[in-house]
């Protein structure tokens, strides 16, 4: 499980990483809060901000039932891949938002074989 708690721990803190840049673009383009619009650049770190609290809503669940009902190493691994996924998505979003798909995608792959390798593991030990 020590696995699953670094990961867990690197995800969470790959969040506060993007939460402070959109803190510091606010402070660089004099955009207060609550306004969510202002400088490009402020706009594109917040979209990156959002998009990864609303990815880990599902990611964190899905490690945790998949290092509990199948195996924390395998889960651990596939949580670096989201990982690296959001870092491409990051990167991307900053260059051409149009271009962030491949980073999403990543990302949402390794959440869903998470899942249903999670689903499928219960199931198994179910019966």
Do not use: C
Request: glycine share 6%.
């Amino acid at each position: 499980m020590e696995a699953t708690i670094i990961v867990t721990v690197l995800a969470l803190l790959q969040f506060i990483w993007f939460s402070l840049d959109v803190a510091a673009m606010r402070v660089k383009h004099g955009i207060k809060a609550p306004a969510i619009t202002g400088h490009a650049d402020f706009e594109r770190r917040f979209r990156i901000q959002q998009n990864t609290m609303e990815q880990l809503v599902v990611f964190v669940p899905a490690l945790w039932m998949h290092a509990l009902v199948a195996n924390p190493w395998w889960g651990a691994g596939v949580g670096l891949v989201y990982l690296a996924g959001r870092f491409i998505y990051r990167a991307a979003y900053f260059k051409d938002p149009s271009t962030r798909s491949n980073g999403f995608t990543i990302g949402f792959v390794a959440i869903a074989v998470l899942l249903i390798w999670a689903l499928v593991s219960a199931v198994i030990r179910l019966f």
